[in-house]
């Protein structure tokens, strides 16, 4: 696994959920990978030129079904990156729910210079 594949099931979860409901769609997230590589109205807020391209990896199969999940809903949708420094609070609540399921953090050690 990968924080990729994460961000990205985390997306396609709160996208399903959100589409039950009539309306506009605001997605505000932490991962600019997710937000550039789905809008690139987005990616050029953030002074990118285009939307990011999008590699092989463990996310792809998660990337494929965001891309369906919007197919259709473009016009209801507007994503926002927010910085993680602007996002203490989800976090700290996100990490709970995996403490809370049992889920061990590890910290990689760095490596010696």
Do not use: T
């Amino acid at each position: 696994m990968s924080n990729n594949v994460a961000e990205y099931s985390g997306f396609c979860a709160a996208l399903r959920e959100a589409l039950k409901y009539p309306g506009k769609i605001h997605i505000r997230g932490d991962s600019r990978l997710v937000i550039c590589h789905l809008s690139a109205d987005a990616a050029r807020r953030l002074g990118y030129a285009k939307k990011w391209k999008v590699g092989g990896g463990l996310y792809k199969p998660f990337y494929d079904e965001a891309v369906k999940l919007l197919q259709g809903n473009e016009s209801r949708i507007k994503f926002d990156w927010v910085p993680r420094d602007k996002n203490e609070i989800c976090d700290v609540l996100s990490k709970q729910v995996l403490k809370d399921k049992g889920v061990v953090f590890r910290i990689q050690p760095e490596e010696l210079k």
